[in-house]
């Protein structure tokens, strides 16, 4: 695994806000439901659920850059390693018998595509999306590892704004890992070295240089 000192660092004195939260307890799934239909799906905020805890996160544009960033990184894996995918983005992902609800940043059916290829996803009879990423660069209240675990995600992806943390989903709790289960042939410093390019030579330049890597290192 990638050490955290060979990741990006950040200055702390000069990291802008990144994300706007404000976290309310003994929320019933009830009113939790009702705030979904009542906001839409076409908002800035995003709602987190576990169990009577209710998050609104309003991403900020230090939260949204690395967050497209590492879409566009994952992308690049799946399709130049020559696996298929079905993005959700943030969608909603309710399991009302749990009582739990998560928007995440992204979120991807890649092992599990065919499943749900062409339809309107319901976790109440397909499986849960294969790859999960969350940026938290602010303190969340929420417990995302245990709320990801619970809905089922086989595989986590967080990011610090400096560290990308990897987990995989054993026996109903995440361990985590040195390399992800979904691109095994995959190392850290490929990651932080396309975050690195994509400040210093554009998002563009770093895509297609990660696309030349992808192609020689994993087929």
Known sequence: MVSTSDAPQVNAVSVPPAEQRLTLNNVSWETYEKLLDAFGEHRAVRLHYDEGMLEFMVPLEAHETPSDLIGAFIRTLVVEGGLNVKGLA?????????????????????????????????????????????????????????????????????????????????????????????????????????????????????????KEWVVRNCR
């Open 90 to 210: 943030s969608t909603t992902l309710r399991r009302p018998q749990l009582e739990k609800g998560a928007e995440p940043d992204k979120c991807y059916y890649i092992q599990n595509e065919p499943l749900v290829r062409g339809k309107t996803v319901d976790l109440e009879q397909d499986p849960p999306p294969d790859l999960v990423l969350e940026v938290d660069i602010t303190h969340t209240d929420i417990n995302k590892n245990r709320l990801y675990a619970q809905i089922g995600i086989p595989e986590f992806w967080r990011f610090n704004g400096q560290v990308l943390t990897i987990y995989q989903l054993v026996e109903g709790t995440y361990e985590e890992v040195d390399a992800s289960p979904t691109f095994p042939w995959l190392d850290k410093d490929t990651f932080y070295t396309f975050l690195k390019q994509s400040r210093s030579e554009g998002e563009a330049q770093a895509v297609r240089t990660l």
